[in-house]
T-cell receptor, first 117, second 113 residues
Framework: EAGVAQSPRYKIIEKRQSVAFWCNPISGHATLYWYQQILGQGPKLLIQFQNNGVVDDSQLPKDRFSAERLKGVDSTLKIQPAKLEDSAVYLC???????????????FGPGTRLTVT | GNSVTQMEGPVTLSEEAFLTINCTYTATGYPSLFWYVQYPGEGLQLLLKATKADDKGSNKGFEATYRKETTSFHLEKGSVQVSDSAVYFCALSSGGGADGLTFGKGTHLIIQP
């Protein structure tokens, strides 16, 4: 079974530029998450989708971050404009549906390491 | 809001030593509790979980018991190996485990031969 795929793996941009990350979850996983992991800290949830609907985006900085999950499969996370403090690893994870009883068992992708200079 | 506190690292042990990594949490209701592990060069992966009070999660010789009275979920292993060297994250999820995860800061474990 293929795991969660993410691209690109690394990205270096200057502040005020824009950037986009892509995620393809495990086939059949209805729930998709984006996390931000700053060096030395645990991942922080940015947004959670169930199919193509948003379940929780309370910690997403909506003035600069946006995310979508068209057709309930792939997802993109965008930052525009980027700030220095956005330097982090962006992790995508997927799991079975919230009603499955196994939603907490999340499968993580390798992450995208973003450096903002 | 939800929060997880785990012991600071790095934790350095000799092979075959006993391991305990402390984890306490704050949450409303009855969260599900998890330990995730990140081996060098690899992605985060689920190690074990417990969904209700007094449940014990176990995997690969690791164990953790959900203690509601002390709001704790300490990770233990009786005899660690060099291959256990990794970063360990304690996490919780509310909503019956259906919500996104709240993670601790992680504990870097180093096992010396």
């Amino acid at each position: 079974e293929a795991g969660v795929a993410q691209s690109p793996r690394y990205k270096i941009i200057e502040k005020r530029q824009s950037v986009a990350f892509w995620c393809n979850p495990i086939s059949g996983h209805a729930t998709l998450y984006w996390y931000q992991q700053i060096l030395g800290q645990g991942p922080k949830l940015l947004i959670q989708f169930q199919n193509n609907g948003v379940v929780d985006d309370s910690q997403l900085p909506k003035d600069r971050f946006s995310a979508e999950r068209l057709k309930g499969v792939d997802s993109t996370l965008k930052i525009q404009p980027a700030k220095l403090e956005d330097s982090a690893v962006y992790l995508c994870a997927s799991s079975l549906a919230r009603t499955s009883g196994r939603a907490g068992e999340q499968y993580f992708g390798p992450g995208t390491r973003l450096t903002v200079t | 809001g939800n929060s997880v506190t785990q012991m600071e690292g790095p934790v350095t042990l000799s092979e075959e030593a006993f391991l305990t990594i402390n984890c306490t949490y704050t949450a409303t209701g009855y969260p599900s509790l998890f330990w995730y592990v990140q081996y060098p060069g690899e992605g985060l992966q689920l190690l074990l979980k417990a969904t209700k009070a007094d449940d014990k999660g176990s995997n690969k010789g690791f164990e953790a018991t959900y203690r509601k009275e002390t709001t704790s979920f300490h990770l233990e292993k009786g005899s660690v190996q060099v291959s256990d060297s990794a970063v360990y994250f304690c996490a919780l999820s509310s909503g019956g485990g259906a919500d996104g995860l709240t993670f601790g800061k992680g504990t870097h474990l180093i096992i010396q031969p």
